[in-house]
């Protein structure tokens, strides 16, 4: 079967850093993606990351170890806008599989 | 353009009504995809088209008929729906198969009543 498992909810403080992990175990693997998506609104691409090592993009920086099927989000300086649900997925076989998402609470 | 158009935006049906959701891409992607999401959940997969042929069904039930018509159009047909059928239903297209991420549209919040 395929899965991919994150933390259900992470609380940090505006200003700071916070990381959010997403381990998988699917077939056909291609790369680790990850999606933000505020209440009432899409999912938005945030990052993929076909090879291992960090790929950074502005605040966020994203990383893979295929090795320990092991991903992860990094939030660098929060803002109160960056309250949102994250979700990582896992490309493969023409389909993404969705985690079941991060809520992340941010406290002023 | 860079974006994936959903319309309407908002539907309201009946369960022996009749409708379609139209999705839309001019970004010259060949892969599309239906997605369906529930409050507080991931979305779903329903249907993949490759190069406007369906590849992927997962086994959704028949009362949701996808269509291609073209490479920038898909339709996703709704006939006897049920409540529980109620959610975000999200159209994304992807550039290649296996590289990058979806682009989204905003997605059709679809009410059965």
Redesign the interface.
Known sequence: GQSLEQPSEVTAVEGAIVQINCTYQTSGF??L?W?QQHDG????????N?LDGLEETGRFSSFLSRSDSYGYLLLQELQMKDSASY?CAS?GD????????TRLHILP | DTEVTQTPKHLVMGMTNKKSLKCEQHMGHR?M?WYKQKA??????MF?Y?YEKL??NESVPSRFSPECPNSSLLNLHLHALQPEDSA?Y?CASRPE???????????TRLTVV
Do not use: C, H, M, W
């Open positions: 291609y790369g993606s999606y609104g899409a999912p938005t691409f945030l990052s993929y076909a979700f490309l023409d389909k993404i599989i969705f985690g079941k998402g | 892969a995809y507080k959940k991931p979305p779903e997969l993949v490759s590849s992927i975000l999200l198969l296996t590289r990058y991420g979806y682009t989204f549209g905003s997605g």
